[in-house]
């Protein structure tokens, strides 16, 4: 999954993107890695999707 797809995710609902990362369990060292790399590992766009799954139910 594309890193672009956090920051989507943090503009359509107004979380912040650090906020949404530590919610799926990823530290911030992590979500800057991924930033420079520009891609979450599966398991993280797994989690990730998880996560937006539950928001749109919110939101």
């Known amino acids: 999954m594309p890193f672009s797809f956090l920051e989507q995710v943090s ?11 530590e919610a799926v369990g990823m530290s911030r060292s992590t979500l800057a890695r991924r930033a420079k790399a520009g891609r979450f590992t ?14 749109n139910a919110i939101f």
Do not use: H, K, P, Q
């Open 11 to 21: 503009r359509m609902t107004g979380v912040e993107m650090r906020v949404l990362s």
């Open 42 to 55: 599966c398991a993280e766009s797994d989690r990730l999707y998880s996560l937006t799954t539950v928001l």
